[in-house]
């Protein structure tokens, strides 16, 4: 018998999932990147710019001292009984290691833990939300999971029954959750945020997208808000919050509140909230709202993407249901050690009088402040482009420029069944080797189009981005001007 696995009789709920950071354009990429170092003067650039995806490290960003001597010594505790260790790793690195080995079965970071993760692991990081938030936190709460996207995925799974179950999105919005909701079955309700006010998010504009959805029979579950914003960059104001709070409250819904990015803030006037900090400081309790917050090692300071790293604080639930969280929590078995180790490390960094407290700060801060020197310059380059405008980048590590592009473009797009957007990208790929992710991965109000961009290239690399990106622009705008 023939094989019996084609595309057509595959779960449809696959075909449907789409992921654009890891798309089209980027699979153009790695086939340049190959056709050059085989023939390095078959283009006129000699190196891919990967401006694609949030990944800090693979661009050239220094991991943090501290954390990566604490893994070393974790993995490899045989070190810790060296004499010259002393010398080479600081005193609360060896200090902190040896209280994590402690907290680890069989003090060894090849075995399986606990389906949730580490107890003591988890008593870490309880203890730093509930120092952040100024609210308790129970450890008891935390699942830690291998970055944040599963912990997403195990949400989508628990609250989606069928196509009539609905989850409010932000759009744009970072392509796992329309892939996860796709994936379980779900459906996705779009919510925009307004482009104009700096990516605002209005209630106004959920309560409407809620009454549609109800209109069409869909059961909406949950409301997904990203802050900081990925891919629009916005840092959410703490009145917003607020509304946004009550809102799920008097809806009934699951908050789901993606905060990866609370350590990535760049400008003096917008500050960090937890979701979990707003809905207690207005005087709620477990009792009153389901909230969810996802934390990662990938990104903020640390950029650990590869480490795979991170947690879920589940509130709100009932212990029955806790129940099921934890069940599918361990059909996993369990999340990856060092990804554990890690999380609780970066949630408990070295404290002022701690040995590798000053070393510490100024990587923290070295790489935060060159961060915000990216983003500007980089915001700046964009809004001089005939065409092109870009708001503000508050946080996070990305920015979404609107293009509006000249109707020959569109129109040559059309010609091969190709969105603008993609359009646009892909020839910007093939001209200079920059990679940008289209617009429409990500969700836009229709008729418009943009691009993501992260600000992660070195910042000696920016210089030579924007006099490509400009470049190129001038040329494409000349092409099809109408």
Request: hydrophobic share 40%; proline share 5%.
């Amino acid at each position: 018998m023939a094989p019996q696995v084609t595309v057509d009789s595959i779960n449809p709920k696959v075909i449907e999932c789409q992921y654009a950071v890891r798309g089209e354009i980027v699979i153009l990429a790695q086939k340049l990147q190959q056709e050059i170092q085989a023939k390095p003067e078959a283009y006129p650039f000699q190196e891919i710019l990967y401006c694609n995806i949030g990944n800090p490290q693979s661009l050239g960003q220094k991991s943090v001292t501290f954390f990566r001597e604490v893994l070393a010594l974790c993995d490899h505790p045989a070190i810790l009984a060296k004499s010259e260790t002393q010398a080479l790793f600081s005193a609360d690195s060896i200090e902190r290691a040896r209280k994590i080995l402690d907290q680890i079965p069989g003090r060894a970071t090849g075995a399986y833990s606990h389906s949730q993760g580490i107890k003591g692991l988890r008593d870490t990081i309880a203890a730093a939300i509930e120092a952040r938030d100024g609210f308790p936190a129970d450890p008891n709460d935390i699942f830690m999971t291998d970055g944040a996207s599963p912990a997403v995925h195990m949400m989508m799974q628990l609250l989606i029954r069928s196509e009539k179950d609905g989850i409010l999105c932000p759009i744009p919005q970072y392509p796992l959750y329309s892939a996860s909701i796709a994936l379980h079955g779900g459906t996705l309700v779009p919510y925009y945020l307004d482009e104009a006010t700096g990516w605002g998010l209005e209630v106004s504009e959920l309560k409407k997208q809620l009454q549609e959805a109800k209109s069409n029979g869909i059961t909406v579950r949950a409301l997904v808000v990203i802050n900081p914003g990925n891919p629009t960059g916005q840092v959410l104001a703490e009145e917003n919050q607020k509304a946004i709070v009550e809102f799920c409250k008097e809806e009934g819904l699951v908050l789901l509140a993606d905060e990866v990015y609370q350590e990535n803030v760049y400008v003096p006037e917008k500050k960090f909230h937890s979701f979990k900090k707003v809905a207690r400081s207005m005087g709620y309790s477990e009792k009153d709202i389901h909230l969810v917050s996802f934390q990662s090692v990938s990104k903020g300071y640390y950029g650990e993407c590869g480490k795979r790293g991170g947690y879920m604080e589940v509130t709100g639930f009932g212990a029955d249901v806790r129940e099921h969280i934890y069940k599918l929590a361990s059909v996993n078995l369990c999340s990856n050690i060092t990804g554990q180790i890690l999380a609780s490390l970066v949630m408990s960094p070295p404290k002022v009088g701690d040995k590798s407290y000053e070393s510490y700060i100024a990587e923290r801060d070295g790489i935060l402040s060159s961060l915000a020197r990216r983003a500007k310059t980089l915001e700046d380059a964009f809004n001089k482009l005939e065409g092109i405008t870009c708001n503000k980048a508050e946080g996070a590590m990305y920015l979404f420029p609107r293009i509006n592009l000249p109707k020959k473009a569109i129109k040559a797009a059309e010609e091969v069944k190709t969105a603008p957007d993609l359009f646009y990208c892909r020839r910007l790929l093939n001209e200079t080797g920059i990679v940008f992710v289209p617009g429409s991965g990500f969700g836009q109000v229709p008729g418009t189009w943009h691009f993501r961009c992260t600000i992660l290239p070195q910042e000696e690399k920016i210089p030579a981005i924007v006099t490509r990106l400009t470049d190129f622009h001038k040329r494409f705008m000349d092409e099809f001007r109408d």
